[in-house]
């Protein structure tokens, strides 16, 4: 089946320490994005990638880091410079063909908390 | 700049007709998408404007006046399965981001 895959659903880490959250797609799909949710809000977009090896920041890109060496796979490091990385992440991919109807496509998020 | 504005929470009843309203002002306009998202889960897409009018899909349409920056999303025969958060996200002038207002949270009562 295709779709997009985010694991682990949930981790813990403690404060100051990196952690990776890994998002992979079959849909072929060219573009990737990371969002941000926190309780009661909307989604704030992270970063994003039309394409592999080129990224560009979002809204709230300080404190992460991502890399697209690979069009399925589009990983988030969460640093230890991010002040509140408690919450939930998704990640998200679309066609990305200039389309006017393209829209994206979640996988079934991660929710970080951070000890 | 990017702003889109939606009512925090609603409360209808099961059977009824429930409308949500979303506003926007956003620097380029390339179509609005409605996503429904029950909690602790990801967003699914409901539907799609990118020209003025209403579009139909069964028990849900989404009306979009770019004019005014105006769009609602309007359930009909309200379900309990309907409680979630409903997300109106514009894409940009080019295509390529979606900007998401902050979400409408639907509690359907028996």
């Known amino acids: 089946d295709g779709g997009i895959t985010q694991s682990p659903k949930y981790l813990f880490r403690k404060e100051g320490q990196n952690v990776t959250l890994s998002c992979e797609q079959n849909?072929?799909?060219?573009?990737m994005y990371w969002y941000r949710q926190d309780p009661g809000q909307g989604l704030r977009l992270i970063y994003y990638?039309?394409?592999?090896?080129?990224?560009q920041k979002g809204d709230i890109a300080e404190g992460y880091s991502v890399s697209r060496e690979k069009k399925e796979s589009f990983p988030l490091t969460v640093t230890s410079a991010q002040k509140n990385p408690t919450a939930f992440y998704l990640c998200?991919?679309?066609?990305?063909?200039?389309?006017?109807?393209?829209?994206?496509?979640f996988g079934p998020g991660t929710r970080l908390t951070v000890l | 700049g990017q702003n889109i504005d939606q009512p925090t929470e609603m409360t209808a009843t099961e059977g009824a007709i429930v409308q949500i309203n979303c506003t926007y002002q956003?620097?380029?306009?390339?179509?609005l998408f409605w996503y429904q998202q029950h909690a602790g889960e990801a967003p699914t897409f409901l539907s799609y404007?990118?020209?003025?009018g209403l579009e139909e899909k069964g028990r849900f349409s989404s009306f979009l006046s770019r004019s005014k920056g105006y769009s609602y999303l309007l359930l009909k025969e309200l379900q309990m399965k309907d409680s979630a958060s409903y997300l109106c996200?514009?894409?940009?002038?080019?295509?390529?981001?979606?900007?998401f207002g902050p979400g409408t949270r639907l509690s359907v009562l028996p």
């Open positions: 998200a991919s679309s066609i990305d063909n200039g389309a006017r109807t393209d829209t994206q496509y």
């Open positions: 849909l072929n799909h060219d573009a």
């Open positions: 990638s039309q394409i592999v090896n080129d990224f």
């Open positions: 956003t620097s380029g306009f390339n179509g």
């Open positions: 404007n990118v020209l003025d």
């Open positions: 996200a514009v894409r940009d002038r080019y295509g390529q981001n979606f900007v």
